[in-house]
């Protein structure tokens, strides 16, 4: 086999950044470290990407390993090179963030790595500097989902407009005006009334709603603006 001369071999890794709603509760999922350096520290799910892979195989293979996922919203955010980053050898990580809807899979977490879902604002310190890339996470999802519906992803097929807002809510750590949130959401036209009321968590009730899954595909790169003034989330 031909190799370059004189070049140092460096490790290329892949972590998984795994955000999920739970229906009330827009979450991140974390596991404990089980080797050193840091171990028993929260970390992101990563590992190394192999001979036979492209970056998206290897993230697919990580994000299955922990939550059992397959074809699962998943998009690359960026390259982390710090020479330093690891203190054990040379690695270049690239992350990437998936979306998943944590009732539809909670079963299928491994326990193996010990993985618990944080709330943001309850995110421990993590090792490395995943941390860095849990913040880049977040402000390239706020970015997208003021424009796009991406964050339909986390749904179940069914759902309530406070529900919705909740997830939004989570995202961006705010609070928005129901009247105006509901009347932007319903004006899209992704959503399809139906008959059904939850009653669980109001006396009222809230009528559910499906998406239209036409529309969405074809709506997904339209720009919806959802949130105003999304440019603030890229400083």
């Not at 997830?167 to 005006?177: A, N, Q, V």
């Amino acid at each position: 086999m031909i190799k370059y001369i004189g070049q140092t071999r460096i490790l290329v890794a892949v972590d998984c950044i795994i955000f999920g709603f739970d229906g009330s509760d827009f979450k991140l999922l974390l596991i404990q470290r089980g080797f050193a350096p840091e171990k028993k520290r929260w970390s992101l799910m990563g590992g190394f990407i192999q001979p036979e892979e492209t970056l998206e195989v290897a993230a697919n293979r990580v994000l299955k390993q922990l939550t059992g996922l397959e074809d699962v919203y998943l998009e690359q955010l960026q390259a982390f090179s710090g020479p330093d980053r690891d203190p054990v050898e040379r690695t270049i990580a690239v992350a990437y963030f998936a979306l998943i809807d944590i009732h539809k899979y909670e079963k299928q977490i491994s326990h193996e790595y010990h993985a618990e879902w944080f709330l943001l604002k309850d995110m421990p310190q993590l090792i490395f500097d995943h941390g860095q890339m849990v913040e880049l996470a977040k402000k390239r999802l706020r970015y997208k989902a003021a424009l796009h519906p991406v964050l339909f992803e986390l749904l179940p097929e069914r759902f309530t407009i406070p529900q919705l807002q909740a997830l939004y809510e989570g995202l961006y750590e705010t609070e928005f005006d129901k009247r105006n949130f509901s009347r932007k959401i319903l004006s899209t036209g992704l959503l399809v009334k139906q008959n059904e009321k939850d009653k669980e968590n109001s006396r009222k009730g809230a009528f559910y709603y499906k998406l239209d899954k036409r529309k969405y595909s074809e709506n997904f790169q339209a720009f919806l603006k959802f949130i105003p003034n999304p440019d603030k989330f890229l400083v």
